[in-house]
């Protein structure tokens, strides 16, 4: 759900893309980010694009042609991940698991040690499962092997603890739909120090010219040189987005999202379905996916919600799809009313 404040910031005039103003409100932004995100990272900055073009930066930028890519696999966007590592022409590995489960810091130590990869990639939030793996298992090893580590956290930033440098995760990029509760079309992406050398020293170029982040990144420090055309309204709802994140306070939302996926998943219980992600501290807080009771029947389900109360539920994606519900709760959708009126409504058209 877009925030309302988002929705507005969207009708004020539009600026050249070297305007005071809008490099007033492009500034701005970088540090919000840099606040959700919990880094210092000077390489903090947005892509004109959506999340899978994030990640597609993030990879053809720090996955070079002969280099070992390892990627925790356990999810559709993990294994998108890989693909581009593939495009890439990387030697890809994976350490697998069922879809819905976390890796362990053993698993993630003994997988990085047999391989030793240059770059090592994660889902922070599955979109498609719902689990969150913060990184803490599998940043330190990787660190430890000297490899790069990117993190995927298209569903995490601005609802859950995101956290790059303490972590250690080198790499990281988002949306701005999901939990900065903006339109789609602008992608945040943050880069270390020691990554930014790297890519620095990288001694071919890209294959990618438009997600250069080299390139990219010029557009963003004086003199601004220009690389592409930014979207001014994208631009007004993600500085809007940001400071409604400030005067909430980020472990305030962290919390209100946390309480508002809690009070859903009980009651979906209480109803008959089961979270796909068994233990609760794996659980992504604002994303909540559950197995119907075998009588109901998703497809007709999220067809009545929508139909009669105006409801959106996502299926499944992937090897999931036809099997569970998809239930987002971010924004400002992540309230106790608004999971109470969700719950009525899905008891109604069971």
Known sequence: MVDAR????????????????????????????????????????????????????AVGNFVRPGSKFAVFAAGHFADRIAIMGQRQRANVVRCEKAWGEVFTA????????????DVVAFVQAETSTGAYQSGRAIAPAARKAGALVIADCVTSLGAMPVELDAIGIDIAYSCSQKGLSCPAGLSPISISPRAWEWLEKRPEEPFTWYFDLRLMAKYFEAPHI???????????????????????????????????????VAGLKKLGFRPLVSHPDDRIWHLTIVTPPPDVDEAKLRDRLMEKYNIEIAGGLGKLAGKILRIGTMGPLASESSVDFLLEAMASSL
């Open 6 to 57: 988002a929705y507005e910031a969207m009708s004020q005039p539009l600026t050249g893309i070297r305007d005071p103003y809008f490099l007033s409100v492009m500034r701005e932004i970088q540090d919000g980010l840099r606040e959700a995100l919990g880094t210092e990272n000077k390489h903090t900055f947005m892509i004109a694009g959506s999340g899978s073009g994030a990640m597609e930066s």
């Open 106 to 117: 053993e698993e993630a130590s003994a997988f990085i040690e047999r391989e030793r990869p």
């Open 226 to 264: 220009y690389h592409h055309t930014p979207s001014p309204p994208l631009y007004y709802a993600l500085h809007q987005g940001l400071a409604v994140l400030e005067e909430e306070g980020l472990r305030n939302r962290w919390e209100r999202h946390k309480s508002a996926g809690e009070q859903l």
